[in-house]
């Protein structure tokens, strides 16, 4: 799926998220949503901080938006992270 970018991702979260950066060595990211909290690997920072403010954003974008600071795979790679912890949902554009 996705591979045409032919896709729409959808944050999940209903309210705003404050997304905080560890502290200590920064590696990780902190957040409170869907009844949890979340620590997830820094380097996802780009593509994270774009669904949040975007809430809904076709894969094309992400890619097109994060370019230069993330590889397509890295892009891809984040998004699958997120698609299977449940932050984002992912469907057919139109």
């Known amino acids: 799926t ?5 896709t729409v991702l ?3 979260a209903p309210r705003p ?3 905080e950066v560890e502290e200590g060595l920064g590696r990780f990211l902190e957040f409170e949503c869907l009844g ?10 780009p593509v ?3 669904l949040v403010e975007q809430r809904e954003v076709s894969r ?3 890619y097109g938006g994060l ?5 397509r795979v890295g892009v891809d790679q984040a998004l ?3 698609l299977r912890q449940g932050l984002v949902a992912e469907f057919p554009a139109g």
């Not at 949890?36 to 920072?45: A, C, D, G, S, Y």
């Open 17 to 19: 998220v404050a997304i």
């Open 36 to 45: 949890r909290e979340w620590h997830l690997p820094r380097w996802i920072e």
């Open 67 to 71: 370019e230069s600071q993330l590889t």
């Open 60 to 62: 094309e974008v992400v």
């Open 10 to 12: 959808r944050w999940l």
């Open 2 to 6: 996705g591979a045409s970018g032919a």
């Open 80 to 82: 699958a992270l997120l």
């Open 48 to 50: 994270l901080r774009l």
